[in-house]
């Protein structure tokens, strides 16, 4: 079928819906409800499609559009509950269970007749955590089996006005609902509340004197201290103590009007600055005993002849610092007596590359631009160059660009059913680094290669596997997918073709040397990024800016060819 995705932003759940569609023989086009109705009414109008599928919508369709058309809303809730904030609910209500729901529009919003729900369990993880994998399962589920059941024509709709639906109508989750009280309020509440803002909205709060948004939450199981007392930092987040435990805070958004030049996410201690004198930065050991309850973006741990390097950055992104303890970290694991090194394996983001809200917020971007590239590419250099053992990049959440390179650097690539992979720069105006001129072609070949770095589309990880992108879909929930990897790389370790495989790989390595150095790939790779870098119309910089501010930008059509590397921003943006 032609199907037309309406969506507030082409966020990861419309990624996947847009991927898991098209593996099935659809053809799908997607607007962006953000540029306005009339967008939506063109949009429509040039594809004319048999449905209309809305992944994430903030605003209701226009009229005209869903009287003419059957448009499918996806609600993060089960059937019969409304409102604005259904996942918000879940987790500060500390729910089990809960479910996503696929409704045909209507007036009524999320009033409309049910195609189709799929419930999914609750685990005690942040909102966009949950959103990403177990949601997002879900919803792919649940619009997939809408699609069917339209297309087959002889469903009928499930009306909110049948006895069986339980409706719910639930108020939009405002911040006085979020609001911690730090001298009452226990670790749980404490945790519930930051889990069910982490992404968006944050919870609003005063720290050190400045009035922030609170994201993410963690708990801590030693550190102690007068309740909503800064007691220590940690590699660029903050814990505060509770009345009966403590919290770590990865990250904190100044309120717009503050003054703050950058009103966006960032690392707490970027955000708070010299308030923190005196607080002393907790180090942590990479090899964390099991039962420790702490925060710890990069953790080590060894079992048999496998070793796992397990890392998780908020959003993905990874900071010119972030980028250096990683690279320490692998260097710590090839000192270990491992035959199979797994990178990753944890629920959320592998990685999506250079952390654009850092850059944004450098007194000199393209600078703190450069520096991030070089360290990334660091990171993957010494993942290319190790001939000593096997490498797993185990993704259990999406990676993207120079993120999607450092999985590529891998021997292996390992995905959950869930992922979605963007191989591809040219959206954010890049030409790319992290070797991608030589891990790509080697996996897919170079037609391949320029086709998915060209159309800049995402990937499923069905289709990655197939293509030869990735080489195992690993079938898993979120839950299970750390303990399948596992168990997965156990029996790899254990093959007795694994020390052949070694030398083949050493051999290969050996030869790819020869013929073309890592070295020249990395020079002339740098050498491009440096001139859009440094080029102050190059659109890498106001569509960075628009990305990290969230201000809608580019065309409201996101699949159309996006504006080559370098163009100049006056023009990408027509």
């Known amino acids: 079928m032609d199907i037309l995705l309406v969506a507030t932003a082409f966020n990861s759940l419309c990624q996947r819906v847009y991927a898991e569609l098209t593996d099935r023989g659809h053809r799908a086009e997607v607007v962006l409800a953000s540029h306005g109705d009339e967008a939506v009414r063109a949009a429509v109008r040039e594809v004319r499609p048999e449905l209309i599928v809305a992944p994430m919508l903030r605003t209701a369709l226009p009229e005209d559009v869903w009287r003419g058309r059957t448009c499918l809303v996806v609600h993060p809730g089960p059937p019969g509950d409304r409102g604005p904030s259904a996942l918000d609910w879940a987790l500060a209500d500390g729910v089990p269970r809960w479910a996503v729901t696929v409704l045909q529009a209507e007036a009524g919003m999320d009033a409309g007749d049910i195609w189709a729900a799929v419930p999914f369990a609750v685990p005690p993880v942040g909102k966009s955590d949950l959103y990403r994998n177990e949601a997002s399962d879900a919803a792919a589920a649940a619009v997939l089996l809408a699609v069917d059941r339209y297309a087959g024509g002889a ?25 911690i009280d730090w001298r009452a309020d226990d670790t749980g509440t404490v945790l519930r ?59 904190l958004r100044p309120r717009r009007g503050s003054g703050d030049p950058a009103p966006f996410r960032r690392p707490a201690t970027a955000v708070l600055g010299d308030r923190l004198r005196g607080v002393p930065e907790e180090p942590v050991p990479l090899e964390l005993p099991a039962q420790r309850r702490t925060w710890a973006e990069i953790r080590y741990r060894q079992d048999g002849d496998v070793g796992f390097l397990r890392f998780g950055f908020p959003g993905g992104a990874m900071s010119s610092g972030q980028c250096r303890r990683l690279l320490a970290a692998y260097r710590h694991a090839l000192e270990r007596p491992t ?21 944004e917020a450098a007194a000199d971007p ?14 993957v250099e010494a993942v290319l160059r190790t001939t000593d053992r096997l490498v797993v990049a185990a993704l259990g959440g999406n990676a993207a660009a120079g993120g999607a390179m450092l999985a590529l650097a891998a021997d292996e690539v390992w995905c959950r059913s869930g992922t979605v ?22 996996r897919v070949g170079a037609r391949a290669a320029a086709r998915l770095t060209e159309e800049a589309l995402p990937v499923s990880a069905a289709a990655a596997v197939r ?30 073709a694994l020390r052949a495989r070694i030398a083949a790989k050493r051999d290969t390595r050996a030869q ?27 659109s890498y910089h106001a569509l960075r800016s628009a990305f990290v501010r969230k201000v809608p930008s580019g065309s409201a059509r996101p699949l159309a060819s996006p504006a080559p590397p370098g163009t100049p921003a006056e023009t990408a943006a027509r």
């Not at 469903?155 to 609001?179: A, L």
């Not at 035959?339 to 850059?359: K, P, Q, T, W």
């Open 421 to 442: 992979l963007n191989p591809h720069y040219r959206r954010m105006g890049l030409y790319g680094s992290e070797f991608w001129t030589h891990s790509l072609p080697r």
């Open 193 to 251: 509340a930051l889990r069910a803002a982490d992404s968006q909205p944050g919870v609003l709060d005063e720290l050190l004197g400045r009035e922030v948004f609170l994201h993410g939450g963690h708990p801590e199981d030693r550190l102690r201290g007068r309740p909503g007392e800064v007691v220590a930092t940690r590699h660029g987040a903050v814990c505060r103590a509770t009345r009966d435990g403590a919290v770590w805070i990865p990250e």
């Open 467 to 496: 293509t030869g992108l990735a080489d195992r879909l690993v079938p898993s929930p979120p839950s299970t997918f750390a303990h399948d990897v596992d168990r997965l790389a156990g029996d790899l370790a254990g093959s007795s």
């Open 339 to 359: 035959s199979v090194l797994v990178l990753g394996g944890g629920r959320d983001f592998f990685s999506n590359g250079i952390h654009l809200n850092v850059i």
């Open 512 to 538: 790819d040397e020869a013929r073309r150095p890592l070295a020249e790939y990395r020079r002339e790779e740098m050498a491009r990024m440096r001139r859009i870098f440094f080029d102050p119309g190059a």
């Open 366 to 379: 393209a600078g703190e631009s450069w520096a991030n590239l070089d360290a990334m590419n660091n990171l």
């Open 155 to 179: 469903h009928k709709p499930q009306p909110q006005s049948d006895p069986s639906v339980r409706v719910t109508r639930r108020e939009y989750f405002r911040q006085e609902r979020r609001r």
